[in-house]
């Protein structure tokens, strides 16, 4: 059997991809880079939306541009 991994945990997901707190069961909009992704959570701080990257880092306006005038998708 072919091993499957998670890109962001390593978690093996052959047989069972619903374990892996990474999995989003709905497929996601297809979003740019530079989008506000409204679905994932800075990793700085937590907040919402995130300037998309497509590398799964992604970050909100403030953490990304450092001005707080870019929070809620101000960018």
Same mark, same amino acid.
């Given at each position: 059997? @072919? ?6 945990? %390593?978690?093996?997901?052959? %047989?069972? #991809?619903?374990?892996?707190? /990474?999995? =989003?069961?709905? $497929? *996601? *909009? ?10 994932? *959570?800075?990793?700085g701080?937590?907040? @919402? #939306? =995130?300037?998309? @990257?497509? /590398?799964?880092?992604? !970050?909100?306006g $403030?953490? =990304?541009?450092?001005? !707080?005038? @870019?929070?809620? %998708?101000?960018?």
């Open positions: 059997m @072919t091993k499957i991994s998670c890109g962001k945990c %390593g978690e093996c997901l052959a %047989g069972r #991809p619903e374990k892996c707190v /990474h999995l =989003t069961i709905r $497929p *996601k *909009k297809k979003l740019k880079p530079g989008d506000a992704d409204w679905s994932s *959570k800075c990793v701080c937590g907040a @919402t #939306p =995130t300037v998309y @990257t497509g /590398h799964g880092d992604d !970050s909100c $403030p953490c =990304t541009f450092g001005e !707080s005038e @870019t929070a809620g %998708g101000n960018w």
